[in-house]
């Protein structure tokens, strides 16, 4: 931890309610994600490496409305034949990159969130499948928030853009590239700088086997600043067991922070950076489901152990060594996963993508918590 | 008279219809036929050789009865001094023509005049004084390291300020520790500094500038990153040992630069605030202007915010009675007349002059203007040039852009920029001058210290003014935040290696 402390907490972390709801014959669809982490942890969440919105070395609150999303889900009907055209707009996550965390299996967040997902903006999104392939394009808001109550500014919607594409080559797995192109996420008012950002993922997902391959790079300023992540991790379930593992070799930019450690200057007022920081940490923990899987009610103890290395890359005056004292770190979280009700959707999927997802039974809402 | 000459029915009724408005006086209806002419302006002005003068020369050509002139053709020619000047020009409907006197190459005295046959008072006759070019660089002018540095191991270094035989440098952000000192310096003999003491200023985490009275009795500095945020004065009866008098603070906001000024027999202290959140206007980056006369007793004496829409107020600089805020993208730099009386304002009151956006240069991201240095030469009398700081994107310790602009701002309410330097790899941040010898000390973040040749005119690309450039600390330890001319050295602060004398010798 900063100035070679260590620190242990005590948090429930990503409570979360969701809700789906369908009509038409479920062409069209409402998703709703409730967050409710700027209640339990509105200082943020010990994660050594995670950076974003002011956070630093914390993960910080996701805003209390975390998705609200209307889909049309093939609007032409059979006017085209067996393509699907969909339309989705509201509060969400733009069609860019990989699934939110808290979808994965991985309870820690991985340093790379806000290099691999585009999430809490207003989005409009037009998606189009045929056959393998499905395409997503998106405008948004640039702005990314500052605190767990705070609304896109809607007279920056349309400042930004994403693009993706997804290919099914088989059944369970799952290639995508994006692209997009972000205004200003870390000044709201819209005076810093821009982010071009590229994605590509790989994704595999059957009922006992999970994994994930992606790659993310965020350029900013012109190309003054490029941070790039590659992340693995994976997960085998048999019986009530859980095995997972994640690897992660993500850059972050070192920010000028407060004289509190763990927050950097908001709101900006330079284009600076005090260094760029690569973070290789492994991940792997072991989980044991509870109960019956087919009670609406689920827990899933688990275990959860990260080791971590901190390199100096590309100059500046941050020096790990000086700042954390040593450039290595473990982590380790016991918890519990809790669920009530359907399990979590992928948040980030809506139209035709959410119809590649896993589908939703029914109406159902449920918690997660540690 | 092109009009009373016009032989168009309704170009004559026009004419007439004017007569007869402009009858009020109980004048009669004569044609105006010019009979004299005089000077209107633009004599004895002076301006560098080769240079134009700051202000067109003016004649005015009047009837018998007083009465402005119109389209009358005046000659103009050089009759002194080998300049240039239009061979002619035309009165308008005021009576007045102007042309430009471009000064030959020569200095002392250039005269010029205007010429119209048959009109009494001609010719009329103007002279100007070309001053010289200013002393060149002194010859083998080469900027090289003297004493100190390496002096501040714990933390990062921020501003400096040197009065007699102390300096006072500021800390920044956290290394081994946080940057909440005033660092104090004795400057031997010779110039060279030893570290003789410190002042640990509460609730910040960044010194971010310093200022010393011209008095030496009274020692400013803003303090940012912290909940106490604010502009902290010192008394330096003992100037080893700076005493705290009192404050003014804003909060987490903080202050990013302060400057002094005394202006109708008092102090002020200009003072940058930054922007904070919640982004409500209350919390918008804002000039702040304390009357400091009474240090132990701060009094905000006015506030002009800046949209929160953009970074806000970096610097300031407080020269005559105008003050420039330097105001990163939007508005630029804003030319405020607090006390000279140009325009009525006052520190209680500024008075907007005018405000400029400097070029991008092709530098990320935007014209960032971030400082500046109104330049006074004192070897050709003028005020024209304004030197503004472009803050680009950096990584503080290792990479900076950020280009000089120089903006002629002999006319305060209608800037204009003309001149820029470029330094592939780097980019500037704060100045000072030697304006007797017309050189402009610019730190240069990890290019170090760079020297400029200033003098004359300045237009275009100033890549080949360039006189001296060093890293106090070598390359991988240079990061100068800033530099300050005083007791014969140049003292250069840099964020990696501390407090530096130099020679330009």
């Known amino acids: 931890m900063p100035r070679n402390q260590s620190l242990g907490e005590l948090r429930l972390v990503q409570p979360t309610i969701m809700a789906h709801a369908g009509a038409a014959t479920n062409r069209i669809r409402l998703l709703a994600t409730l967050n409710l982490e700027g209640l339990a942890i509105p200082d943020g969440e010990l994660t050594p490496g995670a950076w974003g919105e002011g956070f630093i070395d914390r993960r910080h609150p996701h805003t209390y409305l975390h998705e609200l999303m209307v889909s049309a889900h093939d609007v032409l009907g059979p006017a085209d034949g067996p393509t699907l055209v969909s339309l989705a707009l509201g509060k969400g996550f733009a069609p860019f990159g990989t699934d939110d965390p808290m979808a994965r299996p991985v309870l820690r967040y991985p340093v790379n969130h806000h290099l691999a997902q585009i999430l809490e903006r207003v989005v409009v999104i037009a998606g189009v499948r045929a056959g393998p392939v499905a395409l997503e394009a998106s405008l948004f808001n640039g702005d990314e928030p500052e605190r767990p ?165 590309g100059g500046g005056l941050f020096d790990p060594r000086v700042f954390y004292g040593k450039t290595s770190f473990w982590s380790v979280s016991l918890g519990v996963r809790l669920n009530l009700g359907m399990e979590m959707h992928r948040m980030g999927r809506y139209g035709v993508a959410q119809d590649t997802a896993k589908e939703p039974e029914s109406e159902h809402h449920g918690t997660h918590e540690q | 008279m092109g009009l009373m000459n016009s032989r168009h029915p309704l170009g004559l009724l026009l004419v007439f219809a004017f007569a007869a408005c402009s009858d009020d006086s109980g004048g009669d209806l004569q044609p105006l036929v010019p009979r004299s002419i005089a000077s209107a302006g633009g004599d004895g002005q002076s301006a560098p050789v080769g240079a134009a003068l700051p202000q067109p020369l003016r004649v005015l050509v009047t009837d018998g009865g007083g009465n402005e002139a119109p389209g009358v053709a005046v000659s103009w020619s050089v009759t002194q001094g080998g300049g240039t000047i239009a061979a002619s020009s035309t009165t308008g409907q005021d009576g007045i023509a102007s042309a430009q006197l471009t000064l030959g190459p020569a200095a002392g005295e250039h005269r010029a005049q205007a010429q119209v046959t048959g009109l009494a008072g001609s010719p009329v006759a103007f002279s100007a004084t070309a001053t010289g070019a200013g002393p060149p660089p002194p010859p083998g002018f080469e900027l090289s390291v003297l004493s100190g540095g390496n002096n501040v191991p714990e933390r990062f270094s921020s501003d400096l300020w040197v009065h007699g035989s102390y300096a006072y440098t500021g800390t920044w952000s956290e290394r081994a520790e946080v940057g909440n000192v005033l660092k104090v310096w004795s400057l031997g003999a010779a110039g060279s500094p030893t570290l003789v003491g410190s002042v640990t200023v509460p609730g910040i985490g960044t010194v971010s500038d310093v200022q010393v009275t011209d008095d030496g009795q009274l020692l400013v500095l803003s303090g940012e990153r912290g909940p106490g945020g604010g502009i902290f004065l010192y008394s330096l009866s003992n100037p080893a040992a700076p005493s705290f008098l009192g404050s003014a603070l804003v909060g987490n906001a903080g202050v990013h630069t302060v400057t002094l000024s005394t202006i109708n027999g008092r102090l002020y202290a200009f003072a940058a605030r930054n922007p904070s959140l919640p982004q409500v206007a209350a919390n918008d980056p804002a000039l702040l202007i304390y009357d400091i006369t009474d240090p132990r007793a701060p009094t905000l004496v006015s506030r002009v915010p800046f949209p929160e829409r953009d970074y806000g107020i970096h610097d300031t600089f407080v020269r005559d009675g105008i003050a420039f805020a330097f105001v990163w993208d939007n508005p630029g730099v804003v030319i405020f007349d607090v006390g000279n009386g140009v325009q009525g304002g006052s520190p209680q009151a500024p008075a907007e002059m005018s405000r400029l956006v400097t070029s991008e240069n092709g530098i990320c991201c935007g014209p960032s203007v971030h400082n500046g240095w109104w330049f006074h030469n004192p070897v050709s009398g003028e005020k024209r040039y304004l030197f503004i700081g472009q803050e680009g994107a950096a990584v503080v310790g290792s990479q900076s852009s950020g280009d000089i602009h120089v903006v002629d701002v002999s006319d305060l309410a209608n800037p204009t920029e003309v001149a820029f330097f470029h330094l592939d790899g780097a980019g500037t941040h704060n100045f000072w001058m030697d304006e007797q010898k017309q050189i402009l000390y610019a730190a240069y973040y990890n290019a170090g210290v760079v020297a400029l040749d200033v003098s004359g005119t300045l237009s275009g690309d100033l890549s080949n003014r360039l006189l001296g450039q060093v890293q106090p600390g070598g390359a991988g330890n240079t990061f100068t935040w800033g530099v300050q001319l005083a007791n014969g050295s140049l003292y250069a602060i840099d964020m990696l290696s501390g407090l530096w004398q130099l020679t330009t010798e």
């Open chain 1, 149 to 313: 109550g705070q609304w896109p500014r809607v007279n920056r919607f349309g400042d930004s853009w994403s693009a993706r594409a997804t290919v099914f080559p088989i059944p369970r797995l799952e290639l995508q590239g994006s692209y997009a192109r972000v205004r200003s996420p870390e000044h709201r008012p819209g005076a810093g700088t821009d982010q071009n950002k590229w994605s590509l993922s790989g994704r595999w997902a059957d009922r006992s086997l999970y994994g994930l391959v992606e790659w993310a790079r965020t350029s900013e300023a012109e190309g003054f600043f490029v941070f790039d992540s590659f992340l693995a991790e994976g997960a085998w379930s048999t019986g009530r067991s859980r095995l997972h593992y994640r690897f992660e070799r993500t850059e972050r930019p070192e920010e000028e922070r407060t004289l509190d450690p763990f927050r950097s200057v908001r709101p900006h007022f330079e284009n600076t950076t005090q260094g760029t920081t690569r973070w290789t940490i492994h991940t792997a923990g072991y989980g044991f489901r509870l109960g019956d899987a087919t009670q609406p009610l689920g827990a899933l103890p688990f275990v959860e152990l990260s080791h971590g290395r901190i390199a100096d890359v």
